[in-house]
């Protein structure tokens, strides 16, 4: 195995321990990270003349020769290497010789791991969020276009009152709004530069902390070198953002698996978004609905490893930290497959907007308009309440919706009733007429789209 260490040793170390300690086959995902670090690295080391600047120059041109192999495929990232570090700089050694053996000058591996994954989990961030806009965007055209299909809102998994989709759909743009706003917090707070902490002291080498950083894209430099190295509160948070993501991805796979079953019929899956039974020739299953709602767990496990894993570290690095990537490169994989995934599907979902309308009628969403219908009537509250209620159960045994009801029948329960009750209870007027900030009116609605255009 290619090692950076090995000088105060006499034997070989076991091969079992080797396949145990070596991290190569997970962390090469990062070997942009590590040579764009190292480039900013020797290009400070020639400025700062700590190596000679054309020992400077040789080694970023041939990082930069590297980085295009690598990203072109031309290069491949050998099993043989302790970690991704270990092959950068051995690949480099074996093209320029000695001025290779300086890029590691006033660096170590604590701090050189430290900043590849920050820079990753930057890049993560950054591209997450775009994928969550991109979410965004497709339900806005559906918020758009259905500020009057009007449909049941539920409480307890019972019809409530009535909304529309338009309505229903705003609290899931809210939701993914919160979560870019959480990214955009977590960006801020992770973009300090920890290269130059060396493995936990610093260094003697006079380093341009400050050129290092801004060369990389950081608004300065980490400003004690111990919690440099052993930092892992970014990635966290990430996981925390992340998780609290899939949640939002999964409780909207629920509601749209509970509305693509033959009881709710509110929407039916694209065939390209669902699956079939291998015996049941009439299944269409909504399984990437269903997968994203399961591969949740995995997100809040990574989550659950990292702050179990950094519980006990005392200052400043220890070898746990390495258990940092592993899991949370497939949180961070699985996170951005569901959002891409979750968008094409729902991008290509039919709605049943009949039926939601009809689930509105038959599931007495309009009582509490009839009850409101009542207290401009001068009937008290609590009155109004109890008679609707009393109402809905003759609706109950008649098998009908309150608009079916004689006004005979209606005022045999209260005479305050009348002709203008029907236009009361129907669910245009009665989401309409629902116009503070936040509610499903159209007019209300209208303005929160309006905000929404703006945020896109």
Not at 91 to 115: C, E, F, P
Not at 412 to 436: G, I, K
Request: hydrophobic fraction near 40%.
């Amino acid at each position: 195995m290619a090692q950076l260490w090995g000088g105060r040793f006499t034997k070989q170390e076991d091969a079992e321990v080797n396949a145990f300690n070596a991290s190569i086959n997970f962390d090469k995902r990062m070997y942009r990270e590590d040579i764009e670090g190292s480039i900013a690295h020797a290009t400070m080391l020639g400025k700062c003349g700590i190596i000679p600047s054309e020992d400077s120059d040789k080694i970023v041109c041939e990082l930069k020769k590297i980085l295009a192999e690598l990203n072109e495929g031309s290069l491949v990232i050998g099993d043989e290497y302790e970690d991704i570090h270990s092959f950068v700089e051995a690949t480099l050694i074996s093209r320029i010789g000695d001025a290779g053996k300086k890029v590691h000058t006033g660096r170590s591996r604590n701090d050189q791991v430290a900043l590849d994954m920050k820079l990753y989990t930057r890049n993560v961030l950054d591209d997450t969020d775009r994928l969550i806009k991109e979410l965004q965007i497709v339900l806005l055209d559906i918020i758009k276009n259905n500020t009057e299909t009007y449909m049941p809102g539920f409480t307890h998994l019972q019809k409530a009152q009535p909304t529309t989709l338009a309505h229903y759909f705003s609290a899931y743009f809210d939701m993914f709004t919160r979560d870019r706003s959480r990214i955009a917090d977590i960006r801020v707070r992770l973009n300090k530069c920890p290269l130059g902490s060396g493995a936990l002291a610093g260094t003697t080498y006079p380093l341009d902390r400050v050129f290092v950083a801004k060369e990389l894209g950081f608004d300065g430099p980490t400003t004690n070198s111990m919690d440099s190295v052993s930092d892992r509160d970014y990635l966290i948070e990430t996981l925390s953002a992340f998780s609290t993501i899939m949640m939002h991805l999964s409780r909207f796979s629920e509601e749209l698996i509970l509305w693509n079953s033959n009881e709710y019929r509110f929407v039916e899956m694209d065939d390209a978004f669902s699956t079939g039974s291998s015996i049941m020739p009439q299944k269409k299953n909504p399984d990437i609905a269903e997968l994203v709602r399961g591969k949740t767990g995995r997100v809040y496990g990574a989550l659950m490893s990292i702050l179990t894993t950094m519980k006990g570290i005392p200052l400043a690095y220890n070898k746990d930290m390495q258990e940092d990537k592993e899991m949370a490169f497939d949180a961070f994989d699985t996170t951005r497959n569901c959002l891409h995934l979750f968008t094409g599907m729902l991008a290509t979902i039919s709605f049943n907007k009949e039926r939601m309308a009809e689930s509105a009628m038959k599931g007495f969403t309009n009582a509490t308009d009839a009850a409101d219908y009542l207290v401009t009537k001068g009937v008290p509250f609590r009155d109004a309440h109890g008679i609707v209620g009393r109402l809905v159960l003759l609706c109950i045994d008649k098998g009908c919706s309150i608009e079916d009801l004689s006004l005979d029948e209606l005022k045999a329960l209260a005479p305050q009733f009348d002709e203008d009750v029907y236009s009361a209870v129907s669910l245009e007027v009665c989401v309409n007429r629902r116009l503070t900030i936040g509610a499903p009116g159209k007019e209300a609605m209208d303005k929160q789209i309006a905000e929404y255009e703006k945020m896109i």
